[in-house]
């Protein structure tokens, strides 16, 4: 059932699990729990399109680097941010998992085969094909095989892109129909208002633009929010919790990792363009990756790194129009933006159409790949306890101190970013794939002035991170808050490395598992 909190009658509901957010996390873990015959409310701030209104209450303070994302990659309605992403899927590598001597605080309290079962419901979920295990991971018949580059150095992978990636969309009978599922919009949580004892959660509060106001009890908690706002809101929640629920040990928004991106320069090769190029098979794009060697990583004392050829292609502005238009329409969003994009599209009619075609006739990706291409990397960022999310300030239109974020990248990064184009560069050209012009390529010893070379790439990260040790980490293996009984955490936050992979589908992979285990204390005979 969807409803508004408007119009939410008692003021005070109940159910057996609650649940904070209404994104991947957030419906992946009520849709689970729900046919487990598990009683959920979801309480999403935003409505069922998106809402300026709704959007603003996402403005937060920047300082540190510059981080465009925190304001551009974040969606406050149902179905969060899968309403704009592009539905990418890759796994962890074995790597990610372990402690890494030159990685400072790595190394996660659960191992990738644990994991293992629930990534393959992972890829149920986003209706992708299986990865397999990585002993055994198949490759794709419709993808050439990757080059041979010296497996002591690089290696080739594959992401996917789920073919329904909306979750809202997707979703949308389940949520209006199951029973057990009552989800209701507007409601913006503003407290998680802790027992007298601080042990376990008592009830959320909710409210809305309109002074509505929402009580929410339940036996658990699940906080769905992305790694920015989840913080935030842990923080917030001070009326029996100084200094924020879970906070005992300082470490709720400490830790923030982004993927750090940084474009590199022209590939002139024919061969990587027809190694590296998408494709797309029975709805799913697969798209080619360079990723750094386990040992190199090693050798090198780097962290994890991958690569990307880009096509400039992809990103005409006539097809942007066209996909930003499509979007506005099914949001039902009108006014002066939509002109711009119509004169765009105007002006570059046959640069839509050509991509439509290879889209919707030929069933391929609608970016064009004939064009000039270009190298970009994207690197893991060592965890950092003084890059991190805080309260600003200011206060939103509901009186909430806004986030305020402090990116800092380091040494690490640099000397990474560093060697790994050296070596990529250094590959193709040995192999004949193609010539890649590095020259213009030059970072500053100093990490500060990073901004507006380093690119932020929305994938927010390690604020509530996972820890055996409750000095370590905001949550255990099981992502329940240390010290709070019955309040747990669906989010990218709790990865406590970043690895290089696009970090949804093993968030999702993290959210079945937390599922079932409230499934199981739930109904536990006694």
């Given at each position: ?13 109940r ?6 957010g ?60 899968t ?73 080739t ?45 008592d ?49 709720v928004g ?22 590296f ?33 880009v ?54 990706p ?46 690490a990064?640099?000397k ?14 040995r ?17 500060d ?34 010290g ?43």
């Open positions: 059932m969807l409803t508004d909190i408007a119009a939410a009658d008692p003021r005070e509901l159910a057996q699990v609650c649940v904070v209404g994104g991947a996390a957030g419906i992946t873990m009520a849709t689970e729990l729900a046919r487990n015959g598990i009683s959920v409310i979801v309480l999403e701030g935003g409505g069922r399109r998106f809402e300026e209104r709704s959007q603003e209450l996402f403005r937060s303070e920047v300082v540190g680097l510059a981080h465009a994302g925190i304001h551009s990659l974040r969606f406050r309605t149902l179905g969060g941010a309403t704009r992403w592009a539905g990418q899927a890759l796994p962890l590598q074995d790597i990610d998992f372990t402690a890494r001597s030159w990685v400072p605080e790595s190394g996660w309290p659960l191992t990738p085969t644990e994991l293992q079962p629930y990534l393959r419901r992972a890829e149920a979920i986003l209706a992708i094909e299986t990865f397999g295990d990585p002993a055994e991971r198949r490759w794709p018949s419709i993808l050439p095989l990757g080059p041979a580059f010296d497996e002591r150095l690089l290696s992978v594959y992401s996917q892109f789920s073919p329904s990636p909306n979750f809202a969309e997707v979703s949308r009978d389940t949520l209006e129909t199951l029973s057990k599922i009552n989800v209701v919009l507007h409601a913006n949580v503003t407290e998680i208002v802790a027992s007298p004892q601080g042990d376990a959660v009830c959320v509060t909710a409210k809305d633009f309109d002074g509505h106001e929402l009580t929410v009890g339940a036996e658990h908690f699940v906080v769905c929010c992305g790694g920015i706002e989840t913080a935030r809101l842990l923080l917030s929640s001070t009326s029996r919790s100084e200094g924020g629920i879970g906070n005992g040990h300082d470490l400490r830790y923030f990792q982004d993927h750090p991106g940084f474009s590199v320069g022209e590939i002139i090769g024919e061969a990587a363009r027809e190694h190029r998408p494709r797309k098979e029975r709805g799913i794009k697969y798209l080619p990756l360079i990723r750094a060697a386990e040992q190199w990583q090693a050798e090198t004392e780097s962290l994890n790194c991958g690569a990307a050829v096509f400039e292609g992809a990103r005409l502005p006539g097809v942007e129009a066209g996909k930003s238009l499509v979007t506005a329409v099914r949001e039902r969003r009108f006014g002066r933006g939509r002109l711009e994009e119509l004169r765009e599209i105007a002006r570059h009619p046959l640069q839509l159409a050509t991509a439509a075609n290879r889209y919707y006739v030929r069933g391929a609608s970016q064009d790949t004939s064009g000039p291409m270009s190298l970009v990397i994207g690197l893991e960022q060592a965890p950092n306890p003084d890059s991190r999310v805080t309260l600003g300030e200011h206060v939103d239109a509901l009186g909430q101190r806004v986030a305020r974020l402090d990116w800092r990248l380091g040494e990064e640099i990474t970013a560093r060697q790994f184009v050296k070596t990529v560069a250094g590959e193709m050209e192999l004949g794939l193609a010539s890649v012009d590095v020259g213009a390529f030059s970072l500053s010893d100093d990490p002035e990073l901004s507006g070379v380093v690119v932020d790439i929305g994938h927010h990260m390690g604020t509530t991170r996972m820890a055996t040790d409750p000095d370590r980490g905001v949550v255990n293996a099981n992502c329940t808050v240390h709070v009984q019955n309040l747990h955490i669906a989010s990218c936050s709790v990865f406590p490395t970043s690895g290089v992979s696009n970090p949804t589908f093993t968030m999702l992979a993290l959210s079945v598992r937390l599922a079932d285990h409230l499934a199981a204390a739930l109904t536990a005979p006694g």
